[in-house]
């Protein structure tokens, strides 16, 4: 994170996805460049770190105050663990930043942490980071094999605690080594895991893990969306339209991201197709001919889509325009 132009890209990472609050790891920052480092990513945003814990700390918490007030509970080596509020709507939640070291022995003391911290929490609970340890023996991909002494410890801390991983999309592998050809290795050591209380507010929200950019890891990114919990004595009516109320802004955005593009993607489907097809009318070679398939597939699912997208526009139109009663309906 000492590069500029590795800054810049994180600057606009967060400004992309419209970024309040972040984990940074591995920043490789001297203590005493921490806030010039900060206000080229995130302008006027606090900070959490661990420098007290380890050399050039190895974990930060970068938040707009504007949006939260973020209180550190307690720090060490490989994880940074605080108590957050949201200032609008209140919510509140405990989140731990974790940053495991590379060997078996060195992570002992992070299982041990966390089983402690999770002794004193009684709020929703997020654990999230990169914990350079495997939970299944398809977690490395090339290299030597995933024995049971890399997956043991991390497995039973998990089980021990009550966690659940975060529903997650995106790359089944979250880092590599760069490296290509047959020294380029690939593994599954970014994650985030919920207590029972997060699963049981936000257990619907679903972790993105984008494109590393410039770095070797995928970033993890999470939109929380607070769910209404039913009280006792409240109208039922009224929690049924509190639930779809928080709705409305999940769904707004499922309908942009899946059909901002429908009619691009269409286009781009059709120039496909004219291209192969112009090709095969000079020779019919059997991979033209399965990629027509494909293409042909694609144009057909996205004209579908485009179908549905306005059909639920016209029914959207329909019901506004005679809830209204307008003349429409005269």
């Known amino acids: 994170m000492n590069k500029r132009y590795k800054q810049k890209e994180i600057k606009k990472c ?8 972040a984990g940074l790891i591995e920043t490789r920052v001297k203590e005493n460049n921490t806030r010039t480092t900060i206000n080229n990513i995130a302008a006027g945003w606090n900070c959490l770190n661990n420098y007290k814990d380890a050399v050039n700390g190895r974990i930060w918490i970068i938040w707009d105050d504007s949006w939260y007030e973020v ?8 994880m940074i663990h605080c108590y957050i509020q949201e200032r609008s709507k209140g919510f509140q939640f405990h989140l731990t930043v974790v940053y495991g070291f590379n060997t078996i022995e060195q992570r002992k003391s992070l299982w041990s942490d966390m089983i402690q911290i999770g002794q004193n929490v009684n709020h929703p609970w997020i654990i999230v980071g990169d914990f350079n340890a495997m939970l299944s023996p398809k977690d490395r991909l090339a290299g030597v094999p995933v024995n049971e002494n890399e997956i043991k410890d991390f497995s039973n801390c998990v089980k021990v605690m009550g966690l659940n991983e975060v529903q997650w999309k995106g790359n089944y592998y ?12 690939s593994r599954r050591i970014d994650r985030a895991f919920g207590n029972e209380d997060w699963m049981d507010k936000w257990g619907h929200v679903i972790l993105e893990y984008g494109n590393p950019g410039v770095s070797d890891h995928s970033p993890m990114h999470l939109i929380l969306h607070q769910t209404y919990q039913q009280e006792k004595g409240k109208d039922s009516m009224k929690m049924v339209w509190n639930k779809l109320k928080a709705l409305q802004h999940v769904l707004k955005q499922l309908n942009n991201r899946e059909f901002k593009y429908i009619n691009k993607q269409i286009e781009e489907a059709r120039n496909e197709l004219a291209e192969v097809q112009n090709q095969l009318s000079n020779q019919a070679k059997d991979d033209l001919i399965g990629k027509e398939k494909e293409i042909l597939t694609k144009l057909e699912k996205w004209s579908m889509l485009e179908e549905n997208a306005l059909r639920q526009k016209a029914r959207a139109m329909w019901i506004k325009l005679g809830d209204a009663n307008n003349k429409y309906f005269s």
Request: proline share 0%.
């Open 14 to 21: 967060l400004q992309n996805n419209k970024v309040t609050l």
């Open 71 to 78: 209180k550190l509970i307690t720090s060490a080596t490989q």
């Open 174 to 185: 979250t880092w590599n080594n760069k490296q290509s050809g047959n020294k380029r290795i």
